[in-house]
């Protein structure tokens, strides 16, 4: 499995082949990310027991049925799923999610039982427990970080808080990080929009990591010292953080 993300090749599950999404899809991978970023334990007590896909679909269903705006987890679910899948890559975001065919309880709609899709020609199934097996592959292959469920989600939440306000004021978009790579690498756009988005990912991070390494050795040699050491001690390899980036001791604070 490890070796298959590693070399950008899809992955058989269930008789079902799953594809790393290339950079080309970058923008409806934006949307997809949302439902594979999402943290089960934030969910309502009464969803809590549900498989992830049940239970974004009845939150959908039920804030639809109160008159409430939907979250849209459960289309972020299913393009997901569309793009890994490779459904009618010709057609549109909304139509490719329309490839599926929602199939729920006879006696409760908002119970959902399976979704049917064709590839090929033949029809397909997928089932909310199978989704779970499903959504930590596409993850995986696509350089989504897995939160795992025993994790507090105030802490996560912290920590993406964080991330947020250290990118505040920055304007771009995906196709800014393509553009920067072709730039560094001296590769034509067209070669990088088929690359897997987690080779570009890993692109990024190595010119990053020498970048880092090559301001903080300069800053090092001048006599500049950081709390708990260099945070860029290598080129190849990355620091290994001690912590959550979410939690402050009290007596730093």
């Not at 599926?100 to 997928?126: A, M, Y």
């Not at 292959?141 to 990118?167: C, F, K, L, M, Y």
């Not at 790579?181 to 990912?201: F, H, M, N, Y």
């Not at 990024?204 to 090092?220: F, S």
Request: hydrophobic share 40%; net charge negative.
């Amino acid at each position: 499995f490890q070796k298959a993300v590693r070399e950008y090749r899809e992955i058989e599950m269930d008789g079902l082949l799953i594809y790393p999404i290339c950079v080309h899809e970058f923008d409806e991978f934006s949307f997809a990310r949302v439902a594979l970023e999402f943290m089960p334990q934030t969910l309502p007590p009464d969803l809590m027991g549900l498989p992830v896909l049940s239970a974004l679909y009845k939150l959908d269903v039920d804030a639809a049925g109160n008159g409430d705006e939907p979250s849209g987890l459960f289309a972020s679910a299913l393009m997901g799923l569309a793009l890994a899948l490779r459904l009618s890559p010709e057609r549109e975001p909304e139509e490719r999610i329309g490839e599926f065919q929602i199939v729920t309880d006879p006696e409760e709609i908002t119970k959902l039982k399976l979704l049917r899709f064709s590839v090929n020609g033949e029809e397909r199934e997928i089932r909310p427990s199978l989704y779970n097996k499903l959504r930590g592959i596409i993850a995986e292959q696509n350089g989504v970080e897995r939160i795992p469920e025993t994790a507090n989600p105030e802490v996560v939440q912290s920590e993406r808080d964080i991330q947020a306000r250290q990118s505040d004021g920055l304007e771009g978009s995906n196709w800014n990080l393509v553009t920067s790579i072709c730039t560094l690498e001296g590769k034509d756009e067209k070669e990088v929009r088929q690359w897997a988005i987690l080779k570009l990912l890993r692109h990024i991070e190595a010119h990053k990591r020498r970048m880092d390494y090559t301001i903080c050795a300069i800053a090092e040699a001048q006599g500049s010292k950081w709390k708990g050491g260099n945070p860029a001690p290598s080129p190849w390899f990355s620091k290994k953080q001690k912590g959550s980036a979410g939690l402050l001791s009290m007596d730093s604070y």
